[in-house]
């Protein structure tokens, strides 16, 4: 099964294609460009890396969140559009189980953090027992003192709020902080493609008629914004 997947969820977007575990093409999205403006170009050079075409697309997926809410709209949008073109199946996979399904195997605790801004990550944790990466938390916002504390031991920490906490993280947690350093930022759709192919074993994926919706976790300002004129009424 051959699927392309989109991650705008993450600082470092990303477009890949992949057949069950392999990766066919990739690429990144990241720089100054905005992603609406790069996307469409992404997954254009990424089907002609592959050597498919459109209609040889079995599945598409994007990384549903948490993230950048601008991105995750953009990414979903997209999905959801070719899902409904085409009629073939669209699956939504959370951004974090993305990043840690991508992680070094190791018998450490793998903690994926995104920088939520307001002083905040996104994060979970994750642990292999054996082959299965098998999820140990959901997926939280909060200060990253709490979720920090919150963790049993050893712990492998990757994604772009590891490299812009790092400093805080090994003051707190010292010997038991571990990091990606082979590639902290790597794409996170071949992850999200991975991930897609084996919910879509199971039956899971959603058909073009049932359009994927992000997962935000927190609100968004603008639907806080209504909430406190709401209740100033």
């Known amino acids: ?19 069950e575990f392999q990766i066919l093409s990739q690429k990144k999205i990241t720089g100054p460009i905005p992603f609406s403006q790069i996307l469409l170009r992404a997954v254009d050079d990424c089907l002609n890396e592959a050597g498919v075409g459109m209609s040889e697309i079995d599945a598409f997926a994007v990384a549903r969140g948490p993230g950048s809410f601008t991105g995750l709209r953009l990414g979903i949008a997209l999905v959801n559009g070719l899902a409904l073109a085409t009629g073939r199946p ?13 992680a070094p195997k190791t018998e450490r605790m793998i903690c994926p953090l995104l920088d939520a801004r307001k002083n905040e990550i996104y994060g979970a944790t994750f642990l292999h027992d054996g082959d299965e ?51 902290p930022q790597r794409p996170v759709a071949p992850g999200v493609g991975f991930l897609a192919w084996s919910l879509l074993k199971q039956n899971a994926g959603q058909g073009g008629d049932a359009p994927i919706m992000p997962f935000y976790i927190r609100r968004c300002e603008a639907e806080i914004k209504i909430n406190v004129k709401t209740s100033a009424i």
Not at 1 to 19: K, P, R
Not at 158 to 183: M, P, S
């Open 1 to 19: 099964m051959v699927i392309l997947s989109i991650d705008t969820s993450t600082h470092s977007g990303s477009v890949a294609v992949t057949q």
């Open 90 to 102: 669209s699956v939504g996979v959370d951004t974090l189980h993305a990043m840690a399904f991508l």
């Open 133 to 183: 990466l098998r999820r140990q938390t959901g997926d939280v916002v909060e200060p990253l003192e709490d979720f920090l504390q919150k963790l049993p031991g050893k712990t492998l920490f990757l994604g772009n709020g590891a490299e812009i906490h790092r400093e805080k993280i090994e003051t707190f947690l010292k010997d038991q902080a571990f990091f990606d350093t082979k590639d």
